[in-house]
């Protein structure tokens, strides 16, 4: 079990039960859209983003990115981690049947990909110093390497995605801010460049 200093959001309680079996840190809910109109949620989620930081730890599929979208709208940028898990498709144990979108959420995620995750996404994990440094790719970088202003840059954006094993519905601006936590400069043009030799 790792520790985390921040606390983690997650849209159920089968998130956090999984999520509790693998991480020491406060996990709260948003009962999925249930957040949208539950103010004394989201000012408990607003008061804990301000005082230990917030991961955002929702799923892959478009109901996930829409909780997502509205805390990101609900909650200042600097005091909010996103932890992402990669589309998957299968269904939960727990189901008779996959989700709308067939990817397996947060619940059925393996504790390596959770943790992955949460380290992709900058967690503060207790016992390890080592601190990543902050990418310094721009907005202008991803239109240097096609990534965005092309024609053909929604199926580049996509295949960098399939490569790096996020999700599908992450838009160019959370693209940006992942590249910026996974590498610098230099290993995303070696990564779009050896993409394009595919």
Do not use: W
């Amino acid at each position: 079990m790792i520790k985390i200093r921040e606390a983690i959001v997650v849209e159920g309680r089968y998130d956090k039960n999984t999520l509790s079996q693998i991480v020491d840190a406060p996990i709260l809910e948003t009962a999925g859209f249930g957040i949208m109109k539950d103010k004394a949620q989201l000012s408990l989620l607003r008061k804990v983003a301000n005082t230990r930081g917030l991961i955002v730890f929702t799923d892959s599929d478009g109901a996930g990115f829409v909780i997502r979208n509205f805390l990101k709208g609900a909650i200042p940028s600097e005091q909010l981690k996103h932890a992402y898990i990669p589309d998957i498709y299968g269904k939960e144990r727990r189901k008779s049947a996959p989700g709308k979108e067939g990817k397996l959420g947060v619940e059925g995620m393996t504790p390596d990909v959770i943790v992955d995750a949460l380290r992709k996404a900058g967690a503060t994990i207790e016992g390890q110093s080592e601190k990543r440094t902050a990418g310094n790719i721009t907005k202008q970088d991803m239109m240097g390497l096609g990534l965005s202003g092309c024609a053909d840059s929604a199926a580049k954006r996509l295949a960098l995605l399939k490569k790096l094993e996020l999700p599908e519905h992450m838009s160019s601006n959370a693209l940006l801010q992942a590249l910026n936590l996974l590498m610098d400069l230099p290993a995303l043009q070696a990564l779009v460049r050896g993409e394009n030799n595919d």
